[in-house]
């Protein structure tokens, strides 16, 4: 029996551990604070009866109208609140510094509509503010005064036209900044004078208009574009061309990063007037001479022209005549001009081509006729040296095989020469 009510107190002591007041639960967070979490429980205010040592208080999803900064006064070391969630239409700014230990406050998914300046300075120890997914369109230089620590600013998803000039000047030690989804045009001149590198910009969904103005912004980004990141739920990733323009329209979509200065600042092209395919124009020096010219015509179309060009007479410098166009600015059936300096140069370019292609055929014939000459040479020598190489071993052969007969025959040709002279 003594054992059971020893095991029914540790158990009650457990419970009361784990459970705390009014439904919320009580725990510790991953850096083994003391937690109280009443997300979800229909909260308009902190209620009274909790542990004035606990660290984080959790009220996400409640009915708060309102953020009373001395409602939290109680808990001498609190470290976290959120109050994502809630119907928090402002912040009430506080001269004195109501909460010098906390260190991170979410107030996203409220009706913050607006802040005042200096509307954190009731907690000066903040690393961390949240305030995404409100409806946040204006913001001022000292919004964020007397908040030197913060390390971590989500604006995400709201409503801002306009960075203040001297917004981060308040905010040395910030690391992380988030400003996408936003209606941001514009960042004004040397924005991160104060912090120039910020390690990690949310930047994108914005729409950026892409002219002089965002100069300052195009020229930070050869800098620290790898800064640049953008998220999709829990994977964040690189992505300096995450920033696009949404005008003028010739640069819609492109990334801000690709562009160059002058392209920023380049005006408006011009559009073709409308209609102006129906008519026809003319330049000058394009209408045919009208005395004789060795020089080959050619004819050519006239590009049209806005219907407010008047009819006058066109000439032709070299020319001592003229032909006058008439009001629809049509010129006579059958027009011919003048070639160009541009046509005249390809003409003589193609003869040149042609000059040059019959001579270098003309010395590709008389190379092959030199060809054929030295072969047949070269023929006729082999013919005469084999012929030489062929008698030279019969008269050896016949030195030396018939020898006898050869002296034999000589000898009586010289006696019979011998008596014809005696006879005589």
Same mark, same amino acid.
């Given at each position: 029996?003594?054992?059971?009510?020893?095991?029914?107190?540790?158990?009650?002591?457990?419970?009361?551990?784990?459970?705390?007041?009014?439904?919320?639960?009580?725990?510790?967070?991953?850096?083994?604070?003391?937690?109280?979490?009443?997300?979800?429980l229909?909260?308009?205010?902190?209620?009274?009866?909790?542990?004035?040592?606990?660290?984080?208080?959790?009220?996400?999803?409640?009915?708060?109208?309102?953020?009373?900064?001395?409602?939290?006064?109680?808990?001498?070391?609190?470290?976290?609140?959120?109050?994502?969630?809630?119907?928090?239409?402002?912040?009430?700014?506080?001269v004195?510094?109501?909460?010098?230990?906390?260190?991170?406050l979410?107030?996203?998914s409220?009706?913050?509509?607006?802040?005042?300046?200096?509307?954190?300075?009731?907690?000066?120890?903040?690393?961390?503010?949240?305030?995404?997914?409100?409806?946040?369109?204006?913001?001022?230089?000292?919004?964020?005064?007397?908040?030197?620590?913060?390390?971590?600013?989500?604006?995400?998803?709201n409503?801002?036209?306009?960075?203040?000039k001297?917004?981060?000047?308040?905010?040395?030690?910030?690391?992380?900044?988030?400003?996408?989804?936003?209606?941001?045009?514009?960042?004004?001149?040397?924005?991160?004078?104060?912090?120039?590198?910020?390690?990690?910009?949310f930047?994108?969904?914005?729409?950026?208009?892409?002219?002089?103005?965002?100069?300052?912004?195009?020229?930070?980004?050869?800098?620290?574009e790898?800064?640049?990141?953008?998220?999709?739920?829990?994977?964040?990733?690189?992505?300096?061309?995450?920033?696009?323009?949404?005008?003028?329209?010739?640069?819609?979509?492109?990334?801000?990063?690709?562009?160059?200065?002058s392209?920023?600042?380049?005006?408006?092209?011009?559009?073709?007037?409308?209609?102006d395919?129906d008519?026809?124009?003319?330049?000058?020096? +394009?209408?045919?001479? &009208? !005395? #004789?010219?060795?020089?080959?015509?050619?004819?050519?179309?006239? $590009?049209? *022209?806005?219907a407010? /060009?008047?009819?006058?007479?066109?000439t032709?410098? +070299?020319?001592?005549? &003229? !032909? #006058?166009?008439?009001?629809?600015h049509?010129?006579?059936?059958? $027009?011919? *001009?003048?070639?160009? /300096?541009?046509m005249?140069?390809?003409?003589?370019?193609?003869?040149?081509?042609? !000059?040059?292609?019959?001579?270098?055929?003309?010395?590709?014939?008389?190379?092959? *006729?030199?060809?054929?000459?030295?072969?047949?040479?070269?023929?006729?020598?082999?013919?005469?040296?084999?012929?030489?190489?062929?008698?030279?071993?019969?008269?050896?052969?016949?030195?030396?095989?018939?020898?006898?007969?050869?002296?034999?025959?000589?000898?009586?040709?010289?006696?019979?020469?011998?008596e014809?002279?005696?006879?005589?």
């Amino acid at each position: 029996m003594q054992l059971f009510l020893i095991l029914l107190s540790l158990l009650s002591s457990h419970i009361t551990k784990v459970t705390g007041w009014a439904g919320c639960t009580r725990d510790r967070d991953r850096d083994y604070r003391t937690r109280e979490n009443c997300t979800a429980l229909g909260f308009s205010n902190v209620p009274a009866g909790f542990d004035p040592t606990t660290k984080v208080m959790l009220f996400t999803n409640n009915l708060f109208s309102s953020l009373s900064w001395s409602s939290f006064q109680i808990f001498t070391a609190i470290y976290e609140i959120d109050l994502s969630g809630n119907k928090i239409p402002q912040v009430t700014s506080s001269v004195t510094p109501i909460l010098p230990t906390l260190s991170v406050l979410r107030l996203g998914s409220n009706r913050l509509t607006s802040l005042s300046d200096g509307s954190f300075t009731a907690c000066p120890a903040l690393t961390e503010l949240y305030l995404d997914n409100n409806v946040l369109d204006s913001l001022s230089d000292h919004t964020f005064s007397g908040l030197s620590k913060l390390e971590i600013l989500d604006l995400s998803s709201n409503r801002i036209k306009v960075l203040p000039k001297l917004m981060l000047h308040p905010l040395p030690a910030i690391e992380t900044l988030s400003l996408e989804s936003n209606k941001i045009m514009v960042m004004p001149d040397d924005w991160f004078s104060k912090k120039e590198e910020v390690p990690y910009l949310f930047l994108s969904a914005n729409p950026w208009a892409c002219s002089c103005p965002l100069g300052y912004l195009r020229r930070y980004l050869d800098n620290y574009e790898f800064n640049v990141y953008t998220r999709e739920g829990p994977i964040i990733q690189s992505d300096p061309e995450s920033l696009v323009c949404d005008s003028p329209q010739w640069l819609k979509d492109k990334p801000v990063v690709t562009l160059e200065e002058s392209d920023l600042c380049s005006p408006a092209p011009e559009p073709n007037p409308a209609g102006d395919s129906d008519k026809q124009t003319v330049h000058t020096d +394009t209408v045919a001479p &009208a !005395v #004789p010219d060795t020089t080959p015509l050619i004819p050519t179309t006239f $590009p049209p *022209v806005p219907a407010t /060009t008047s009819s006058f007479p066109t000439t032709v410098p +070299t020319s001592t005549a &003229a !032909v #006058p166009l008439n009001g629809s600015h049509t010129l006579a059936p059958h $027009p011919t *001009v003048r070639p160009s /300096t541009e046509m005249t140069g390809t003409i003589c370019a193609i003869r040149c081509g042609g !000059v040059f292609c019959f001579w270098l055929c003309a010395g590709c014939l008389l190379l092959c *006729v030199a060809s054929v000459a030295f072969i047949l040479v070269i023929l006729v020598w082999l013919v005469g040296w084999c012929k030489r190489d062929y008698n030279l071993p019969n008269e050896a052969v016949a030195r030396r095989g018939g020898g006898g007969k050869v002296v034999m025959l000589s000898t009586y040709s010289r006696r019979e020469e011998k008596e014809g002279h005696e006879e005589e």
